[in-house]
């Protein structure tokens, strides 16, 4: 049976599927804990905390979905919502851009026609827009359960697995010139702090906005609106909240230099660990190897706490930022978010975030 052909078998499935199910919304915290448990495939963007994160921004609240199947399986789709608007104009994302991987979690391996099933019941929401950016390693099973009238972005992340435990990775997975480098920034004089109580937070910030200033030189953008665009997704408060409200799932890796930041990551932690940012002085981390060193800890770290994957993010069309996470023996997944729209809202935003580009002359770095 071609792809296409089980895409077919699970949409026809959808509709008995859906009519059988029950939805509940918000999901209860209580059975959503539970279902996060038990789902080894699960990221910490796909808890009710991560939820909490985004709504305390004051611009969503939680719009969370538990279905409970005949079978008796429960799949939970974490999800929020725009604040304040009325049914018809309601704007739902599983999650908002800027906020990593959503999608279902679920008490027990998820199939197509699960997923199908889910398309139809968001189909009949009646609102403006729903959009689903599921985990990469699940994005097979929803291209085959996606219906026609959604959209497909195409997505690009990397994922590293971690099977066989950190010597396994270090061995088989690290490529040889990665291992040679960690092994230099091991006798660089860096010093490595990681921290899960905030206080690196403010220090791992400015490392950011020196970041954003040296993207903006690289890929041809004003520096004004690279420092909006970069406060704008990532405001000081939105990584205090994080820190705040993940408490130990939340690792701030610092590296320093004679007292001096150089390099830093964020990286997220439940049953897999989630690289969600980076960001660096590169002039002073450059000779280091510092960014080696902080991935081959938290690398490490998780590995030692049991986690299955270490997801690396999306990689977009940097050629660069995919060999760098290559490096460590991350492989590339092609994978799509997906939209349902009641008017061309995704079809305008690329329009006129294409004329902007072409009027800058971005380039990707």
């Known amino acids: 049976m071609t792809a296409r052909d089980m895409a077919k078998l699970g949409q026809a499935m959808a509709p008995a599927m859906a ?28 808890t009710p905390e991560w939820i909490d994160c985004i709504c305390a921004s ?12 005949a079978s008796g399986k429960q799949l939970i789709l974490p999800m929020v919502r725009r604040r304040h608007l009325p049914t018809m104009l309601a704007w739902e994302a599983s999650p908002p851009s800027g906020w990593g991987m959503g999608g279902l979690i679920a008490s027990a ?21 729903v959009s689903i950016r599921p985990n990469p390693l699940q994005g097979d099973l929803w291209a085959q359960a996606r219906p026609s009238r959604a959209l497909a972005l195409p997505r690009f992340a990397h994922v590293l697995d971690l099977e066989g435990g950190f010597e396994t990775v270090w061995k ?28 690196l ?11 954003l200033a040296r993207w903006a030189e690289q890929q041809h953008e004003p520096l004004a609106l690279a420092l909006w665009r970069g406060k704008r997704r990532d405001p000081l408060a939105k990584l205090q909240s994080m820190a705040q409200k993940l408490g130990p799932s939340c690792q ?75 490096r460590f023996g991350a492989e590339g997944m092609a994978y799509a978010e997906y939209r349902l729209e009641r008017l061309p809202i995704t ?19």
């Open 109 to 129: 391996p998820i199939d197509r026609a699960e997923i199908a099933a889910v398309f139809a019941d968001l189909q009949r929401s009646g609102g403006l827009r």
């Open 252 to 326: 701030v890796w610092m590296a320093w230099l004679d007292g001096q930041p150089v390099a830093g990551i964020i990286v997220l932690r439940g049953a897999n660990a989630h690289y969600t940012r980076g960001a660096m002085d590169k002039d002073l981390a450059g000779p280091t190897y510092a960014n080696d060193l902080l991935h081959r800890l938290a690398i490490e770290d998780a590995c030692r706490d049991g986690c299955h994957y270490y997801h690396m993010g999306e990689s977009g069309l940097s050629a660069s930022l995919a060999r760098f996470k290559a």
């Open 201 to 211: 937070v403010p220090i791992y910030y400015n490392l950011y906005l020196k970041s």
């Open 19 to 46: 009519a059988t199910m029950r939805v509940v919304t918000p999901a209860p915290r209580h059975v959503w804990r539970a279902v996060v448990q038990a789902d080894p495939w699960g990221l910490m963007t796909q």
């Open 347 to 365: 079809r305008a935003d690329t329009f006129m975030r294409q004329q902007v580009k072409r009027l800058i002359r971005f380039k990707d770095a």
């Open 58 to 69: 004051g611009e969503f609240e939680d719009a969370s979905r538990l279905y409970e199947m």
């Open 172 to 199: 088989t997975r690290f490529a040889g010139n990665t291992r040679n480098q960690v092994r230099k920034a091991e006798r660089s004089g860096l010093v490595v702090e990681c921290d899960t109580t905030g206080k």
